[in-house]
C-alpha cells in the first residue's frame, strides 16, 4: 500500500452541517486495514468522537496554527501518523 492509498481525506473546512459528518462516517465505512481518515474541520466535532468510538475506531485530533482541526481516525492507533 502506498502512502497515499493509506489516507482517505476529507476537507471539510467550507461545509454546512450535517455534510462533514457524513462525509466522516461514509469515509468510516471504506476503511481497509492500514488505512486513516484524515478530516480538516473549522471546528472541533465532539458529536463524531462517540459515534467513531461506537464504531471502534481510533482518533486523534490536533489544533493547527492557523485555528483549523485535523482529525485522524482508523480502526487500528498504529495507523494514525500522529
Known amino acids: 500500500m502506498t502512502p497515499s492509498d493509506k489516507t482517505i481525506l476529507i476537507d471539510a473546512r467550507n461545509l454546512e452541517p450535517p455534510e462533514p459528518m457524513d462525509r466522516a462516517l461514509a469515509a468510516a465505512g471504506l476503511l481497509r486495514d492500514g488505512q486513516h481518515v484524515r ?3 473549522h471546528r ?3 458529536p ?13 485530533t490536533q489544533l493547527t496554527p492557523e485555528g483549523d482541526f485535523v482529525i485522524l481516525f482508523a480502526h487500528d492507533p498504529e495507523d494514525l501518523p500522529f
Do not use: Q
Open 39 to 41: 478530516m480538516l474541520l
Open 44 to 46: 472541533e466535532p465532539f
Open 48 to 60: 463524531l468522537y462517540s459515534i467513531l468510538e461506537t464504531m471502534g475506531l481510533t482518533y486523534r
